[in-house]
Nanobody, 122 residues
Framework: VQLQASGGGLVQPGGSLRLSCAAS????????RGWFRQAPGKEREFVAA????????YYADSVKGRFTISRDNAKTSVYLQMNSLKPEDTAVYYC????????????????WGQGTLVTVSS
């Protein structure tokens, strides 16, 4: 499974961005997907996840109510709608895929995209 993340950029505090993660490869639609982020000088952390069918979603407390994860009908692309962005949301955002495992544990994810930079600044 190959993952390609896109949609990052510079946005002012309070603004919005939508990240996309396109997957290719056999059975890519059968994978649960997650978003993680890594700020400068910090460890990579869980942001959000969605199961293979799209019926269950999970969020880190820091983004709950502001971010929404979704996937398309073909279940190959996953999106992260980010609203009310804060400077502390600045990070490189990575998408990842897993067949089975703990949704918030990055060690459970087998495939990773290259990351897209989100900068929240005035």
């Amino acid at each position: 499974v190959q993952l390609q993340a896109s949609g990052g950029g510079l946005v002012q505090p309070g603004g919005s961005l939508r990240l996309s993660c396109a997957a290719s490869g056999r059975s890519s639609s059968n994978y649960s997907r997650g978003w993680f982020r890594q700020a400068p000088g910090k460890e990579r952390e869980f942001v959000a996840a969605i199961n293979w069918s799209g019926s269950n979603t999970y969020y880190a407390d820091s983004v709950k109510g502001r971010f929404t994860i979704s996937r398309d009908n073909a279940k190959t692309s996953v999106y992260l709608q980010m609203n009310s962005l804060k400077p502390e949301d600045t990070a490189v955002y990575y998408c990842a895929a897993q067949r089975i495992g703990t949704y918030y544990d990055m060690r459970s994810y087998t495939y990773w995209g290259q990351g897209t930079l989100v900068t929240v600044s005035s």
